[in-house]
């Protein structure tokens, strides 16, 4: 374990003490060991899914509305020109 956590702190650049080091991997093996531990449960009634919770759409339905005061939005704007934002141009 010792040297994937080294391999890990190399790709993060971090630079760890042989404390870390040693409180890192026992800390993995932990985990490891926990997630051999869920490989044991019957699965097999269990449909597979991409969330934990029923995910709903929530977004409202699009709708055209009038445009509010031109006027004050515009007034937000550091140039504007025929009821649009001027912006500086990027393209050559």
């Not at 800390?27 to 029923?54: E, W």
């Not at 515009?74 to 649009?84: D, K, L, Q, T």
């Amino acid at each position: 374990m010792q040297i994937d956590v080294e391999h890990v702190a190399r790709l993060a650049r971090l630079g760890l003490s042989e404390e870390e080091k040693s409180l890192f991997a026992k800390q993995l093996s932990a985990i490891l060991a926990y997630a051999d531990n869920l490989k044991k449960l019957n699965t097999d009634n269990v449909p597979p899914t991409s969330h934990a919770i029923t995910m709903k759409n929530i977004l409202r339905e699009d709708k055209v509305i009038p445009c509010q005061d031109i006027k004050a939005i515009m007034a937000n704007a550091p140039e504007a020109e025929n009821h649009m934002f001027k912006v500086p141009r990027i393209i050559e």
